[in-house]
C-alpha cells in the first residue's frame, strides 16, 4: 500500500496531540536549534501543531514548514503566530518549500514515521536540498531497544501525572525493522489512542543515509542539552551538515 503522508493526522486528532505531549517542554530544544540556526531561516519537516516552530519563531527566527495532515497545521495557524508560518501539506520526502535554509528540522522521532528504508534515504535528500552551503539537518530520535521486548510486545509508561498517564504498547517486527504502537492515554476526560506505526533505523544507518545526501554527521548528543552520547543513551539529537560549498 502506498505510503500516506497525512494518515496520521487522520488517526490522533491534533487537539489530544497537543493534550498528550504537552508535558515536553520545548525549551532546550529551541535553545540548541536556535544557536545552530545562528539567525538563519529554518524549516521544520513535520511540523505540526507548532510545538518547537512557534517558540523559534518568538525567538525572531523565520520559521516555514512542511506537514502530511492539514488538520495539524490548522491548529498550528490558529495559535498565536502560526499565521506567520508558511506550512506545505504534502510528504516530506518530496515536497519542496521555495528557498535555502540554514537549518532543517526533523524532530520527536519523526523520521521513524516513515514507512522504510528508501523514504528515509529520500528524506536526507530532500533536507539537503533545502539547505543552503554549510546548513545543517537536525535529527531527533530513539535508539533502537529490542532487548526491551518480551515475546514481541512492549508495554512502557511515558508520562505519569495526577490528571493523566500516557502508556505506550508496541510490536516488534525485526525482520523489517518496523514497531506497530499505540500510545494510550488516561485522562479525567476519558481514554484516547493514539496509534503510529514506525521503521526505526540506528544511529550508524542515519549517518549513512546522509553520506548519501552529500552531509556529514557534526554532532551526536544524547538530547537537547549537548550531553555526550554513549553505549548506555537511548536517544540521540545528531546534526549533520552540507559542504560549505560545492
Not at 539567525?39 to 510545538?51: A, K, N, S
Not at 543552503?132 to 531527533?140: C, K, S
Request: aromatic letters at 8%; a negative charge; one cysteine or more.
Amino acid at each position: 500500500m502506498p505510503f500516506d503522508a497525512s494518515e496520521y493526522g487522520r488517526h490522533i486528532p491534533a487537539d489530544v496531540y497537543d493534550l498528550a505531549f504537552a508535558h515536553l517542554s520545548p525549551d532546550s530544544a529551541v535553545d540548541r536549534l536556535a544557536a545552530l540556526a545562528d539567525g538563519g531561516p529554518v524549516c521544520e519537516f513535520g511540523i505540526g501543531t507548532g510545538r518547537l516552530a512557534l517558540p523559534l519563531r518568538e525567538r525572531g527566527l523565520t520559521v516555514a514548514g512542511i506537514d502530511g495532515s492539514a488538520e495539524m497545521a490548522a491548529r498550528l495557524r490558529a495559535k498565536p503566530g502560526g499565521e506567520r508560518i508558511e506550512v506545505s501539506i504534502g510528504d516530506f520526502t518530496r515536497t519542496r518549500v521555495p528557498g535555502e535554509f540554514a537549518l532543517v528540522l526533523l524532530a520527536f522521532n519523526t523520521i521513524f514515521a516513515l514507512p522504510d528504508q528508501d523514504a528515509q534515504v529520500a528524506c536526507f535528500r530532500n533536507a539537503a536540498a533545502h539547505l543552503r552551503p554549510g546548513g545543517r539537518f537536525v535529527v531527533e530520535a530513539w535508539v533502537p531497544d529490542p532487548g526491551a521486548f518480551r515475546a514481541g510486545t512492549a508495554l512502557r509508561p511515558v508520562h505519569v501525572a495526577q490528571d493523566a498517564v500516557l502508556l505506550e504498547a508496541a510490536r516488534l517486527h525485526p525482520a523489517e525493522q518496523r514497531m506497530t504502537t499505540t500510545k494510550i492515554r488516561l485522562g479525567n476526560d476519558g481514554v484516547r489512542l493514539l496509534p503510529a506505526n514506525h521503521r526505526y533505523a540506528w544511529p550508524a544507518e542515519l549517518d549513512l543515509m546522509a553520506r548519501l545526501a552529500g552531509m556529514s554527521r557534526e554532532h551526536r548528543w544524547v538530547d537537547w542539552s549537548g550531553g555526550p552520547f554513549t553505549d548506555d543513551s537511548r536517544e540521540h539529537v545528531s546534526v549533520y551538515r552540507c559542504p560549505e560549498s560545492a
